[in-house]
């Protein structure tokens, strides 16, 4: 079966259908959280504290990212594979920025990239523009951009009426900037709820929240948020099982049964001895 197209995502919005997205950063999770029937994987900037135990998503590496999106590549077999494009990967120069998605695409195997766009951003609004025209397929995302986190001065929401909130009518028209540029859906973090409807009511195509409330047209979480594999996980997020716990006692038991002798036994044995 063929991957989710941006064509299919398209028809789910056009039906009125919740459109679903995960992130993952390697293969084994990557092929559960395809085979759960997600439509959308977004190899997240994210994996620079989530998965490479950075402080934050500003030194993952653009051959990190290409590493951990050819990985989900490998194990996706119907979701779209969005791949996230890191700090400065974009921007500092359109051919730099352009030759840098198409590796997504050409190495990685990526069906679509995700760049982050600060407010009003022209110069990353004329990249989607450009990747869109050459036929990289683009996911816009505004709102709460993490890579601007140390200009923003912290993880505030966005949508609010104060000097480190972007005003909602900044949010609607950079969104539709991005449309008019090309991005076939946009997503929308950590901003107020009527800031989120503003914007979903404003453009033709999906928008995706992440703590943006309920009147958009998806959610996405970060995977270690909603297996409860994160040591701080934010308000936005959702748990939907706790895996911290049951790999600590995992662990925990297969010390205890090592240093006891119970593992490994005579089942766990290739050719055994016959002991008297």
């Given at each position: ?8 995502i398209?028809?789910?919005y ?13 293969a ?5 959280v395809?085979?759960?029937?997600v ?73 679509a ?8 951003g ?14 990289v397929?683009?996911l ?52 107020s709820?009527?800031?989120a ?15 943006a ?12 948020d ?28 297969f ?22």
């Amino acid at each position: 079966m063929s991957r989710t197209s941006i064509q299919d995502i398209q028809s789910k919005y056009d039906d009125g259908v919740a459109l679903t997205m995960l992130t993952a950063y390697d293969a084994p999770i990557a092929r559960r959280v395809d085979d759960g029937g997600v439509d959308m994987i977004l190899v997240g900037d994210s994996a620079g504290h989530n998965h490479h135990g950075y402080e934050d998503t500003i030194p993952l590496t653009l051959e990190e990212a290409l590493s951990n999106t050819a990985a989900v590549d490998r194990a996706a077999d119907e979701a779209m594979v969005v791949a996230d494009m890191p700090f400065l990967s974009y921007g500092t120069s359109m051919a730099e920025s352009v030759e840098n998605a198409g590796r997504f695409m050409k190495e990685a195997g990526a069906d679509a990239v995700k760049l982050e766009t600060a407010p009003y951003g022209e110069t990353t609004i004329d990249i989607v523009d450009r990747l869109t025209e050459l036929g990289v397929p683009v996911l816009g995302h505004v709102g709460l951009t993490p890579q601007r986190m140390n200009q923003i001065g912290g993880a505030f929401i966005q949508g609010r009426d104060h000097d480190a909130s972007a005003a909602a009518d900044a949010l609607v028209d950079t969104a539709e900037q991005l449309v008019e540029a090309g991005a076939f859906a946009v997503v929308l973090e950590a901003v107020s709820e009527e800031a989120a409807r503003r914007v979903t009511e404003a453009i033709p195509v999906p928008t995706i929240g992440i703590g943006a409330g309920r009147h958009v047209d998806g959610q996405v979480l970060v995977i270690t948020d909603m297996l409860g594999l994160s040591e701080h996980s934010p308000s936005l997020a959702r748990q939907y099982v706790d895996l911290d716990d049951a790999i600590s006692s995992a662990v925990e038991q297969f010390v205890t049964e090592v240093e006891t002798g119970e593992f490994p036994t005579r089942e766990h044995t290739y050719d055994p001895i016959d002991e008297e």
